[in-house]
């Protein structure tokens, strides 16, 4: 969001997920998880709830770092429980800096929270302009995709997690809804809920997204490949099964968010015409 308001020379540091635009990769990194994302869908979801269960933050900021950096703002976000920083430290933390920073909350659940978010980016920068002009461009393009959107709309469920099952909500259902599809599983502004598998097949999707929070497309599919319920592996066989990397394009609010109207605009409409698995 900063980079794309122009402020890309602004950022001082960044999160340990922070990688887009790429150069924000060799940045300072002042948050810090003890979950191993390299494990399964399944093991992580494990190591999380153990944490929390223990009182351990998820994600815990280099209290250090940060204030050997300075910074004059702290942009954060209350959305997600498991990918948020814990509750309030961003706030305490500032507080006690020898110069408190100002601290930026972003909490959009739907395409225009999101576009809100970067205009009060916008504002806390003093790149008000740009922002106002970044938001109003992509509810422009949102809007150019949903004019294109196929005759014949798909009924979707959008899938954020394997293992347990979770499907995905805030925005994404207005992205499906752009994209020229009718999100069965989720309403705009939802979070994102844990389901059964059977609740999930009785809706009856036409089509399937699997956009996994935090995996890029080939770990996706991996992920799909060794899910664990044979069941459920053979009943996404049966139907259209769209994977897309949910990391940069369903999960982060952001621009890209329109890209991944794009890419399941694209794929509504292939999927119109043929009934096998993508």
Known sequence: MVAAIGGAGLLAAVSHECD????????PRVTVTPIDATQSSAAIDR???????????????????????RPDLIITQQLCDVCAV???????????????????????TTLGGVWNDIRAI????????????????LDRRVRE????????????????????????????PEMVAAAGGIDVGAQPGDHSTIRRWDDVMALDPDAIVIALCGFDEARAR????????????EWLRTRPTIVIDGNAYTSRPGPRLVEGI????????????????A
Not at 47 to 69: H, P, S, T, W
């Open 20 to 27: 887009w635009p790429p150069d924000v990769r060799t940045l």
């Open 47 to 69: 190591a999380v709830r153990e944490a929390v269960a223990a009182g351990k933050a998820v994600i815990g900021i280099d209290a250090d770092l940060l204030a050997a950096i």
């Open 86 to 108: 814990a509750d309030g430290e961003a706030v305490r933390l500032a507080r006690v800096m020898a110069e408190p920073p100002e601290v930026l909350v972003l909490s959009g």
């Open 122 to 137: 916008g504002r806390a920068i003093g790149r008000e302009g740009a922002a106002d002009a970044v938001a109003a461009e």
């Open 145 to 172: 995709l949903s004019s294109a959107a196929v005759a014949r709309r798909p009924r979707v469920v959008v899938i954020e997690w394997l293992d347990p099952l979770f499907l995905a909500g805030h925005w994404v």
């Open 222 to 233: 991996r992920e799909l490949d060794s899910l664990a319920d044979q069941r459920a592996r």
């Open 262 to 277: 794009a890419l399941m605009a694209a794929a509504f409409r292939s999927t119109a015409t043929r009934s096998s698995p």
